[in-house]
T-cell receptor
């Protein structure tokens, strides 16, 4: 079946603009996660959802970052007033159930490469 | 706080050599899960293994094996008879159960493995 998809794959934006990054998880997956990966680093957890409920947003860097998953499927990560330091690969992952509910595997999407100029 | 340390930034070996990638973790909780992911040059994140904290049995999958030792908080990964296709960045990751509801993975910084022909 189809894996996790993300769009756009590449996004170049000017500093100060808002961007919206989309994640389409594997059908039927309850849990959805957002990560950010800087060059040469491991992914850094941002936030996650079970169904449409945002369970934890402690990893979001500041209040310019927000995420939603209104119908428990597709999710959008929005960055307002982008800054150059926001440039990174933004990855989405989904899993059949939450890791803490028994784990399973997190399937990662290909990521959106965001460049803020 | 939880933490994953991959002290080896880069390892270079000649094909057919065995190589071990180290992973040391810190967590206060007694229930947690450990993971290894592979990130080949193409950039995707590929799941390799998940291990829960109550299962200390070592695991072997083909040329891959994992040694989990709670006494030293380590979860090391060995590739036997390495091949050029094993060249990638390998990440160790942790999720723990307890406090805050956080369910996202904490990744190490990764080890860049180079297999020379």
């Amino acid at each position: 079946g189809a894996g996790v998809s993300q769009s756009p794959r590449y996004k170049v934006t000017k500093r100060g603009q808002d961007v919206a990054l989309r994640c389409d998880p594997i059908s039927g997956h309850v849990s959805l996660y957002w990560y950010r990966q800087a060059l040469g680093q491991g992914p850094e957890f941002l936030t996650y959802f079970n169904y449409e409920a945002q369970q934890d947003k402690s990893g979001l860097p500041n209040d310019r970052f927000s995420a939603e998953r209104p119908e428990g499927s597709i999710s959008t990560l929005t960055i307002q007033r982008t800054e150059q330091r926001d440039s990174a690969m933004y990855r989405c992952a989904s899993s059949l159930e939450s890791l803490l509910a028994g784990g399973g595997e997190q399937y990662f999407g290909p990521g959106t490469r965001l460049t803020v100029t | 706080a939880q933490k994953v340390t991959q002290a080896q930034t880069e390892i270079s070996v000649v094909e057919k050599e065995d190589v071990t990638l180290d992973c040391v973790y810190e967590t206060r909780d007694t229930t947690y899960y450990l993971f290894w992911y592979k990130q080949p040059p193409s950039g995707e994140l590929v799941f390799l293994i998940r291990r829960n904290s109550f299962d200390e049995q070592n695991e072997i999958s083909g040329r891959y094996s994992w040694n989990f030792q709670k006494s030293t908080s380590s979860f090391n990964f060995t590739i036997t008879a390495s091949q050029v296709v094993d060249s990638a960045v390998y990440f160790c990751a942790l999720v723990f159960q307890g406090g805050g509801g956080a369910d996202g993975l904490t990744f190490g910084k990764g080890t860049h493995l180079i297999i020379q022909p």
